[in-house]
T-cell receptor, first 112, second 117 residues
């Protein structure tokens, strides 16, 4: 699986959009970008995934650059409950999702 | 529909004792996965089970650790003769289909925090 690079931490004001970047310059053509988050003391939670098109669901939007070397997770109106560690992961869609490696991620602090 | 239930939430064991961690998957889910998270580290895959079968145990330590998912009842992660280095948060996840299919995701429990004293 391709390696990802994320900033270790970010701050965001409550009610504003949180934009979390991720670099995955070695991504291959059939690898997907997945985002998860882990709120303190809980298990990881799936947020969204995409291949090349931008995706949106009830939790967030995922913007993938045209060359697919980077992506941004957008939480449109961050709340205090969005404070968590966010993981950007690149993997094949049909290979060992259960072996997903959750690395350091980005610690997002949403402040009132 | 209750989520993935793990118990106990906190477990304290003395060195040399046995620890038994339980995981009840979401209703209708027959695939269970166990993970370990050391303090300030990411989750590490341990084992994947599907009712009565171990599918992948490549992340399990070779000794003292075992897992089962019987036909009836929760999945059990068992750690024999615990040592201080076993202190960690243990999470389980479950999925309806194998978690290696597009558009299939797993749901995690709240974890069991094991402390070995």
């Amino acid at each position: 699986d391709a390696k990802t690079t994320q900033p270790p931490s970010m701050d965001c004001a409550e009610g504003r959009a949180a934009n979390l970047p991720c670099n995955h310059s070695t991504i291959s053509g059939n690898e997907y970008v997945y985002w998860y988050r882990q709120i303190h003391s809980q298990g990881p939670q799936y947020i969204i995934h995409g291949l090349k098109n931008n995706e949106t669901n009830e939790m967030a939007s995922l913007i993938i650059t045209e060359d697919r070397k980077s992506s941004t997770l957008i939480l449109p109106h961050a709340t205090l409950r969005d404070t968590a560690v966010y993981y950007c992961i690149v993997r094949l869609s049909d290979t060992g999702g259960f072996k997903t490696i959750f690395g350091a991620g980005t610690r997002l602090f949403v402040k009132a | 529909n209750a989520g993935v239930m793990q118990n106990p939430r906190h477990l304290v064991r003395r060195r040399g004792q046995e620890a038994r961690l339980r995981c009840s998957p979401m209703k209708g889910h027959s695939h269970v996965y166990w993970y370990r998270q050391l303090p300030e580290e990411g989750l590490k895959f341990m084992v994947y089970l599907q009712k009565e079968n171990i599918i992948d145990e490549s992340g399990m330590p070779k000794e003292r650790f075992s897992a089962e998912f019987p036909k009836e009842g929760p999945s059990i992660l068992r750690i024999q003769q615990v040592v201080r280095g076993d202190s960690a948060a243990y999470f389980c996840a479950s999925s309806q289909l194998p978690w290696d299919s597009l558009n299939t995701e797993a749901f995690f429990g709240q974890g069991t925090r094991l402390t070995v004293v």
